[in-house]
């Protein structure tokens, strides 16, 4: 965790001897979404009654990607393979996917 979210999730608690401890507060974790448009992802969960593969889709970036932007990011790279396309010419967001 970074230094300065540090900060803002510290809690002051007593403890029985009577000192006065920090504690540091795990942010609540929101709802699963594309790294690339942001999009809510369908089906991700991160409950952990569930197993690990019902938690996400079983394909490659499958929890970390939305199926629209898995569709681009195999289409560039299939670009770049073929020399169709270079590698900087693809969308930066995708770059590091590649
Ligand atoms: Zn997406």
New binding site residues.
Partial sequence: MRPSKRISNRVFKRVPGGKLKVHIKSPRKGAAS??????GLKGASSSRSLRKTERRPERPFGGH??????QKLFVYRTRVKNNDMKAVEVPIKFQKYL
Avoid: E, R
Avoid at 65 to 70: M, Q, R, V, Y
């Fill in positions: 594309c790294s690339i448009c942001g999009s990607l939305c199926g629209a932007c898995t």
